[in-house]
């Protein structure tokens, strides 16, 4: 069993900025792949970002691409997004999660992932 454990949302203005974090346990960091995901109230879970741990392959949501940015600390198992020039409509819950097969594709379906963290609340005043 992996536990993911996301930390570093808030209250930020328009155009400013969050890094958020979370930290995986119980299972070899390195044979998953982490991903961002978030779900405003009324809409579906949708993908943000994801990273291969070990080729450091990233991807992006459209809405995002320029602005956010995903990496990772294999020392520290924890997996990072810095938001950048935050906009109201990014207003969500954040989630981390993680899968472990077919680590290195793309997969942008909530469903396709085993492991997920509890959410952070992120929310961009206008």
């Known amino acids: 069993q992996m536990e993911l454990v996301e930390s570093g949302g808030g209250l930020v203005q328009a155009g400013g900025s969050l890094r958020l974090s979370c930290i995986a346990s119980?299972?070899?960091?390195?044979?998953?792949?982490e991903a961002w995901f978030r779900q405003a109230p009324g809409k579906d879970r949708e993908f943000v970002a994801q990273i291969a741990p070990s080729r450091g392959d990233r991807y992006y949501a459209d809405s995002v691409k320029g602005r956010f940015f995903i990496s990772n600390d294999m020392l520290k198992s924890t997996v990072y997004l810095q938001m950048s020039n935050l906009k109201p409509e990014d207003t969500a819950v954040y989630y981390c999660?993680?899968?472990?097969?077919?680590?290195?594709?793309?997969?942008?379906?909530?469903?396709?992932?085993?492991?997920w963290g509890q959410g952070t609340q992120v929310t961009v005043s206008s």
């Open positions: 999660a993680a899968r472990s097969r077919n680590i290195a594709a793309l997969v942008t379906r909530p469903h396709e992932y085993e492991f």
């Open positions: 119980g299972r070899s960091f390195g044979q998953y792949a």
